[in-house]
Nanobody, 125 residues
Framework: VQLQASGGGLVQAGGSLRLSCAASGRTFSSGATGWFRQARGKEREFVAAIRWNGGRFYYADSVKGRFTLSRDNAKNTVYLQMNSLKPEDTAVYYC???????????????????WGQGTQVTVSS
């Protein structure tokens, strides 16, 4: 499977963006699909994920209430709607997938085996 992330850009604080993660080669059907971000000089951190077994969504505390995951099974695409963006949300955002990701691993980037190329999100103050 290959992942294609898109939708990043420059937005003012308080604005919104929607990121897309489209999969090709295989459908999302097991494990988890997640979004991670990496700001300059910082480690990659968990943002949000969906576990396909049960369809539950998981969010980092820093984005709860502002970011929302959704999926379009027909397009094999996962979306990350980002509202009320803050300057501290500025980062390169990556989507990732792992067919063997279990509940305890959802927030661990090392559990994901396939990564998209990343898309830059810049929030100006």
């Amino acid at each position: 499977v290959q992942l294609q992330a898109s939708g990043g850009g420059l937005v003012q604080a308080g604005g919104s963006l929607r990121l897309s993660c489209a999969a090709s080669g295989r459908t999302f059907s097991s494990g988890a699909t997640g979004w991670f971000r990496q700001a300059r000089g910082k480690e990659r951190e968990f943002v949000a994920a969906i576990r396909w077994n049960g369809g539950r969504f998981y969010y980092a505390d820093s984005v709860k209430g502002r970011f929302t995951l959704s999926r379009d099974n027909a397009k094999n695409t996962v979306y990350l709607q980002m509202n009320s963006l803050k300057p501290e949300d500025t980062a390169v955002y990556y989507c990732a997938a792992g067919s063997g990701v279990i509940l305890s691993q959802v927030t661990n980037p090392n559990a994901y085996s396939v990564w998209g190329q990343g898309t830059q999100v810049t929030v100006s103050s």
